[in-house]
């Protein structure tokens, strides 16, 4: 399955990376090096992802080693990637998106 990043989507791995390079640039590295992985994770097991309860066509993946959550959804044969967004934010609700 191929996956498609939404403009929200490549803004907050954007707005992360230069957030993280603030303090350590091997770390932002890291990070962007650690959502490929996840999406390449998700493309190849997309029905593995936490369901979103407030849309269950949503579905929500953590990156490993970090405290951002990846938010999809499965459209035709593409993995659409919607938001990714810190844990430590408010539960994300594609409703108001």
């Known amino acids: 399955m191929r996956a498609r990043l939404t403009p929200l989507a490549i803004r907050d791995i954007d707005e992360a990376v230069r957030y ?20 390449a994770f998700v493309c190849e097991y997309p029905y593995t992802g ?14 490993p080693g970090f405290r951002y959550r990846i938010h999809y959804t ?14 430590s934010r408010d539960s994300w609700d594609p409703k108001h998106e």
């Open 20 to 39: 993280l390079l603030q303090d350590n640039m091997q770390v932002a590295r890291s990070f962007r090096y650690a959502v490929l992985q996840t999406i």
């Open 50 to 63: 936490i369901i979103n309860a407030r849309d269950q066509r949503f579905r929500s993946r953590i990156i």
């Open 74 to 87: 499965v459209m035709n044969d593409a993995l659409v990637i919607v938001h990714i967004r810190h844990t």
